[in-house]
Nanobody, 126 residues
């Protein structure tokens, strides 16, 4: 079991940056693949970024490639999502998710992750 708590959301203007954090409690954080998803009003939850349990592989949605980065600090039990050049279309509730031993051959769909945080709101004004 792992408990996830996101932080770092807020209101920014287009072009600005935010860094989201997801702190995990529980044992063996290093065995968890960590993902970020987002959900805008009236839309389905969508994949944003993932970093595998080893920290070697990362993957990003096409819409955020080149603007977002993801990193995992096993010593702090925390995963980060650095979001640069934010645009109004990035406005959503951002969720952190975890699943143990999920490899880079996964599709990284929401159903692949058992553990979820409560979400943090990101709002980007134009």
């Amino acid at each position: 079991q792992v408990h996830l708590v996101e932080s770092g959301g807020g209101l920014v203007q287009a072009g600005e940056s935010l860094r989201l954090s997801c702190a995990a409690s529980g044992r063996s954080f290093s065995k968890y693949t960590m993902g970020w998803f987002r959900q805008a009003p009236g839309k389905e939850r969508e994949f944003v970024a993932v970093i595998t349990w080893s920290g070697v592989a990362t993957r990003f949605a096409d819409s955020v490639k080149g603007r977002f980065t993801i990193s995992k600090d096993n010593a702090k039990n925390t995963v980060y999502l650095q979001m640069n050049s934010l645009q109004p279309e990035d406005t959503a509730v951002y969720y952190c998710a975890a699943e143990s031993w999920l490899g880079d051959n996964s599709l990284f769909e929401p159903r692949d992750f058992r553990f979820w945080g409560q979400g943090t709101q990101v709002t980007v004004s134009s």
